[in-house]
């Protein structure tokens, strides 16, 4: 069973700042992983997907990286902003299945 | 392209009393949906998977009696809540797959109050 994990759970930062945040996996066997955005009260928003041959994708500030063999996805936000602020969720995607972590909660202070 | 809608956006029905939650792809065929429910400061938990014209897949623990799941059209999923109580509250939200790609499209999701 897939099991993905999203570490820290909560990350605040002054804006400005680049933001850094880290999701693992423990089933390399995965047709892809997705990272969404989710603010407080609404459903996902998708912000990048990353199929299993690639190793990252980027999207104006965001940049998100694949490491299968390790288990292991970084979504990087430069610059950060106070719109910036939500919970990320990632996402793997395996067996036509998709398992998400339970998140990281970014406060950007202005 | 690619868009999902739900309806209605919350809901609030009394304990004991059934609800319907309508999910729907509005410009593509969408071969798969799923069914997700989400609790406060918590992940999405897939319920159940179904595929236009057969019997949903329910994930181990999810009630297929309780959490009724019907997808008779290509564009058109529905999760119907029996006998809804207070501990069935939460956020529940749809996506939908077509045949020709992995990815899923997820709706606005459902927020459900049972009083």
């Known amino acids: 069973k897939q099991e993905v994990t999203q570490i820290p759970a909560a990350l605040s930062v002054p804006e400005g700042e680049n933001l850094v945040l880290n999701c693992s996996f423990t089933d390399s066997a995965i047709y892809n992983l997705q990272w969404f955005r989710q603010d407080p009260g609404k459903g996902l928003t998708s912000l990048l997907l990353?199929?299993?041959?690639?190793r990252e994708q980027t999207s104006g500030r965001l940049n998100a990286s694949l490491d299968k063999s390790s288990g292991r996805s970084t979504l990087y936000i430069a610059a950060s902003q106070p719109g910036d602020s939500a919970t990320y969720l990632c996402a793997a995607l395996d067996d036509y299945k998709l398992s998400f972590g339970a998140g990281t909660t970014v406060t950007v202070r202005a | 392209g690619a868009v999902v809608s739900q309806h209605p956006s919350w809901v609030i029905c009394k304990s004991g009393t059934s609800v319907k939650i309508e999910c729907r792809s509005l410009d593509f065929q969408a071969t798969t949906m799923f069914w997700y429910r989400q609790f406060p400061k918590q992940s999405l938990m897939l319920m159940a998977t179904?595929?236009?014209?057969?019997?949903?897949?329910?994930e181990q623990g999810v009630e297929k009696d309780k959490f009724l799941i019907n997808h008779a059209s290509l564009t058109l999923s529905t999760l119907t809540v029996t006998s809804a109580h207070p501990e069935d509250s939460s956020f529940y939200i749809c996506?939908?797959?077509?045949?020709?790609?992995?990815?899923?499209?997820f709706g606005p999701g459902t927020r459900l109050t049972v009083t």
């Open positions: 179904s595929n236009e014209g057969s019997k949903a897949t329910y």
């Open positions: 996506s939908a797959r077509t045949g020709s790609t992995y990815e899923q499209y």
């Open positions: 990353i199929q299993s041959s690639q």
